[in-house]
């Protein structure tokens, strides 16, 4: 059993880059198999808390102007917060079918 070169992935989005390289598994000196391993420190947002159920939905103030335009194309007449309210309900009548 040997290790590959450690390779840095280039992802502009994080400071500490995600590491990659391969185990490589020999059998009388023949490669039998090469497993390739990734290695990031914040792989599937451990330490981040749980997500809860059922969630409670927020308007953000941000959504305000794409809202309005797609309810004016969609000839919708409810405002954002009252949309996000009935979301909301909706999400708490699934939850207590549950």
Same mark, same amino acid.
């Given at each position: 059993?040997?290790?590959?070169?450690?390779?840095?992935?280039?992802v502009?989005?994080r400071?500490?880059?995600?590491?990659r390289? $391969?185990?490589?598994?020999?059998?009388?000196?023949?490669?039998?198999? %090469?497993?390739?391993? *990734?290695?990031?420190?914040? +792989?599937?947002?451990i330490?981040?808390?749980?997500?809860?159920?059922?969630?409670?939905?927020?308007?953000?103030?941000?959504?305000? $102007?794409d809202?309005?335009?797609?309810?004016?194309?969609?000839?919708? %007449?409810?405002?954002? *917060?009252?949309?996000?309210? +009935?979301?909301?309900?909706?999400?708490?009548?699934?939850?207590?079918?549950?």
């Amino acid at each position: 059993m040997r290790r590959g070169e450690v390779g840095m992935i280039d992802v502009p989005t994080r400071l500490v880059k995600p590491r990659r390289f $391969d185990i490589i598994l020999s059998l009388r000196g023949v490669t039998w198999r %090469r497993v390739q391993f *990734e290695v990031s420190p914040d +792989e599937a947002g451990i330490g981040q808390p749980m997500r809860t159920w059922p969630p409670a939905l927020v308007a953000h103030t941000h959504w305000a $102007d794409d809202y309005a335009r797609a309810a004016a194309s969609g000839t919708i %007449r409810i405002s954002l *917060e009252d949309a996000v309210g +009935e979301l909301n309900t909706w999400i708490m009548e699934i939850a207590d079918l549950q």
